[in-house]
């Protein structure tokens, strides 16, 4: 590994920075597809539907997370079969979360359907979206450990790659789907149901012929369902998994929130939520290129690299949060424009853009601090913190929008971001204790 300046941290994350662009992008796209069918119905059910999938296979980000840290480690210390051992343990777990989620497709739908309030048209849109969208999981999952290995072995090319080539040809197929064979919510499903199964498969085959050019390829089954080994699994991917299902809650909560307040606000939300997220992909870029630089680090028991990656990385992550802030504070009009010709929606959007604006910088810490505990392995703290983050986000967020209805949701969320960072800080210590 290189000294971890900021120029090789840049190097490293560019390819991830333009990957992570494509990935909102196909939430933007979605939107954009649904939001110009001149029906309110269509935008409304494609939101809420994608929200809950984000949240449903967000919580098995575990997989990503989980195999950069062990990937990363086991890198420093130059231990390669065990690297193969990592990623056919994570794949076992895929194949098993996705039977399971097509199997309780039906409970996950009804449940849906009781917590949000949506009009008639809207749940029947709601239903196709999801009765498609749920077969995508096990494509999905697979590129989670495809590119948690590759960020971990700090080759964030091929993962970058990847996701990119995911990203595409969603887009590619929706908007094919949506506006040649006017599938509407239908078109966006399938656009990434077959997007998912067709990358996942490419690339599958990609990274065992990669491994097997850094290591013997072999399976051994001792090793892969070694007792110690799936239990210490287990403990780092339980505590990812509480992490993020808390996490992506806190996403489904800011929705449900405004379909309390009107289904108009959900539509304005989501326009705004979608360039939020696209925010958080790029700044993700450096979090995800200081995962597999700080758990090398750990494995060649180095803390002053440790400390070099700690300081270099958050100089860039808040000083592009800041350029991103100023980009939404010139360009926000042509965005909303954009991604709605719905009057209504346009002007609630315009009414709540300061949040959008101020948020990049905001959230840029906590992204960060995502980074280096996931290359950590310090899952345990990672849920402590969501966990301490996301009860006083709640109870805010439960004060702030009685008395200040969505501008209270916007506030909430704001705050959500600085408990994130602050509560990781406070255990920064816990990482720099095992360096001896």
Do not use: H
Request: contains cysteine; neutral net charge.
């Amino acid at each position: 590994m290189q000294e971890p300046s900021i120029s090789y941290i840049l190097k490293l994350s560019i390819p991830i920075f333009f990957a992570n662009l494509a990935i909102p992008m196909v939430g933007i796209i979605d939107t954009a597809l649904m939001g110009n069918l001149g029906n309110l119905s269509y935008l409304s059910a494609t939101s809420v539907a994608a929200n809950l999938f984000s949240m449903i296979f967000w919580s098995f980000g575990f997989l990503r997370m989980g195999t950069v840290g062990m990937v990363s480690q086991a890198n420093g210390k130059e231990d390669f079969d065990e690297i193969t051992n990592i990623v056919s343990r994570n794949l076992l777990f895929v194949l098993i979360i996705s039977i399971f989620l097509i199997i309780i497709q039906n409970y996950i739908l009804y449940i849906s359907l009781r917590v949000f309030e949506l009009s008639d048209v809207t749940q029947e849109l709601y239903k196709e979206y999801f009765n498609i969208r749920i077969y995508s999981a096990p494509g999905e999952l697979t590129l989670y450990i495809i590119t948690g290995l590759f960020v971990g072995l700090q080759k964030t090319k091929i993962s970058s790659i990847a996701v990119g080539f995911f990203s595409i040809l969603n887009i590619f197929l929706s908007i094919i789907l949506v506006t040649k064979y006017e599938l509407n919510i239908k078109g966006v499903a399938y656009g990434t149901l077959f997007s998912a199964l067709i990358t996942s498969t490419i690339f599958l085959i990609y990274t065992f012929i990669y491994l097997g050019k850094i290591t013997r390829l072999a399976l051994n089954f001792d090793e892969i369902f070694n007792i110690s080994k799936l239990k210490n699994i287990f403990n780092i991917n339980f505590n990812i998994f509480i992490r993020t299902i808390l996490l992506t809650f806190s996403f489904l909560w800011f929705t449900f929130l405004g379909t309390n307040i009107g289904e108009e606000y959900v539509a304005s939300n989501t326009i705004l939520i979608n360039l939020v997220f696209l925010s958080a992909f790029i700044l993700d870029a450096y979090a995800f290129s200081t995962e597999g630089m700080v758990g090398y680090s750990l494995g060649k028991n180095n803390l002053s690299l440790f400390k070099k990656i700690l300081k270099n990385s958050f100089i860039l992550s808040s000083i592009t949060g800041f350029v991103i802030s100023i980009i939404y504070f010139l360009f926000n009009d042509f965005a909303i424009n954009l991604m709605s010709d719905i009057d209504e929606v346009k002007k609630l959007s315009s009414s709540f853009v300061v949040w959008l604006i101020i948020l990049p910088f905001i959230a840029s810490f906590c992204y960060q601090f995502d980074g280096i505990f996931i290359g950590a392995s310090q899952t345990q703290e990672l849920r402590n913190a969501m966990m301490f983050s996301v009860f006083f986000y709640l109870v805010i967020s439960i004060v702030l929008t009685k008395y200040y209805s969505n501008t209270g949701v916007w506030i909430s969320l704001c705050l959500f971001m600085i408990l994130r960072a602050l509560s990781l800080f406070y255990y920064l210590k816990n990482i720099i204790r095992r360096f001896n």
